[in-house]
Each structure stands twice: as C-alpha cells, then as structure tokens.
C-alpha cells in the first residue's frame, strides 16, 4: 500500500508502509532471532491493501515467508528515516512488531532461519567471551573516534557517551542499552551497515536497518522481562527454576544470582509446583513448574518484574 506526500516544494513523493518482525525464541538457553535470507534480513512485506490491518498483514508476511504462526505480538516501533531503505524509490516507513514464541522448523523457501542474536551482536553477551569484546575490541576504535572530532565539545561528549553506553570509565553495564551501542558504533563507522571501509566491530551484518530494528526489540524484550511475565511466552508448559533462570540470563545477556533469583520468583508467586520431576537435568531429580496464568490478570496494572540480579 503506498501513499503520497506531497512537500513544501510541490515535489510529490511516494511513502510505502513496510512490516518488520522481530520474532524471538529461546532455544537450548540461546536467544534466537526468526530471519530470512539466510540471515539477511528480517521478516517483513508491504502493507497492503487487502490486510485488515497492521498486526493482520504482518502475521500475513511472516507465516508465508517461514510457516511459522505468531502468537504474543506488540507493536515495536515506527522506522521513518528517509535512507532506512537503499535501492527503493520514494521513502519506506517501517511498522515493526516484537513477537515471542517458541522454536519450531522454518520453511525454507524464503531463506528462513532459526539465528542466535549474538550472531549480530556479540558484545551483548556479558555472560563469557562477549564480556570482552568491548574492552578488547571495541573500546579503541571508539575513543579514536571520539578524540578524532574537531571540536573538543563534541570529543567530550562522544567520550561521555562511550563510558556510558559500554560501562567503560568505572561506569556500570546496562543491559537495556542496546540500541544506543549499535547507533554509536554506527555513528562511528564501525559496523557495516555505516558504509565505511572500517568496520571494526564484530557480528553480522543486516540488509538496510533490520539490525538496527532487531537492536530495538532486543531492548524492549530486556527491559519488559523486568516488569511483566513475558518470558513465560518463551518456557515450554512446564520447567525447573534453573531453566527460568538461564533464559533470563540468555536474554538479559548477564548472569544471575541463584539465591536472590529464586527468592524473588518466590516472592512474586509467578509459579506453582506440578508435582512432577525431570531428570534431565543430568543430577538429582529436580521439580517442574508452571506458570501461574492467573498472574497476567493480576499484576498486569501493577506490573510483575523478573528481576536481572547482577551474579556476585
């Protein structure tokens, strides 16, 4: 579906409305990313005009791209800048959607894929080698950058904004600050995307912005894991403690505390005990849980978090 804008000027120019999904499992305690073209881009497609509406014509582009039938889907972002998309006439603006789900096969006709996000993003993963990327890696090339500007205001506050973003210069890591690592390292040429012939910074790169929209979900789901259950769209019907807490962990990127962890689980009564056990686990039987689905009724005005404690 296409619209026309017309500018100040008298100049019209066709606006397309794109969808763009960012769709997430956890898989084997790894975060995954639904892509397509072998890991090119996301799933997306105009809207047109036969589609009910937004939500309607995105589930549309992405069970015929993958076969892969979305259940929980919010609405992400509105992407609206004029170069987001190279190679089209007129100006794409791209709706997205976060959605959450669990693995199942993909079909192969679009190039669909099952990836990990840490494909794309390396240095988000904190829990082992990804920790170091950003001291080893990354921090160089910034602070040359950084130093590079003409204007010491402006060395300043890129210098600024690097600690920050990257919790270097004493300070902390946040793990919601996503998209303004990627932006930065996009602002510096570091990734490929940016065109530049340095491209230091590791991960693979998307076509157009889709890394840049897969940034932003993986953002918002970090930060919505905080405050509502959405995590529990991840498990499977039934999980131990320890499974909760590893895909928390594989998402936020961080480990956890054990004790404090289960402690605040407790707490906040999010499960109940099926009286069953697994060994799976490889030791001693351990006990299965449920989510209590009575939970979403009953925090969703108040807010339910699923706390990141930092491990110690």
Known sequence: MSLVQTRSDDVSVAVAAELTAVIVAVTHGQ?????????????????????????AGLR??????TRHPLGYVEQLYTFADAD??????????????????????????????????????????????????????????????????DDPGVARDRLRRIAINFGLDGQRWNEEFVLQRYETLWEAGLVAEAG???????????RHDHRRILATGIARLRAKIKYRPVVFELMPEAFTLLQLQRTVEALGGRLLHKQNFRRLIDQQD????TGEVTTETGGRPAKLFRFRREVL???QVAGTKLPLVRAV
């Open 31 to 55: 975060p995954r990313v639904l892509t397509i073209d072998k890991g090119q881009a996301l799933p997306s497609g105009p809207f047109e005009a036969s589609h009910r509406s937004l939500q």
């Open 196 to 206: 530049t012939a340095h491209a230091a910074a590791p991960g693979e790169a998307m």
């Open 297 to 299: 009724a009953e925090r």
């Open 84 to 149: 987001r998309k190279q190679g089209t006439l007129g100006r794409v603006v791209s709706v997205s959607y976060l959605g959450l789900t669990r693995e199942a096969p993909a079909a192969a006709g679009w190039g669909a894929e099952w990836q990990p996000w840490y494909r794309f993003f390396p240095w988000e993963d904190v829990r082992g080698a990804g920790a170091a990327l950003t001291g080893a890696v990354l921090a160089g090339p910034l602070h040359a950058w950084a130093e590079n500007a």
């Open 270 to 273: 999010l499960v109940e005990d």
């Open 60 to 65: 549309s582009w992405v069970e015929t791209q």
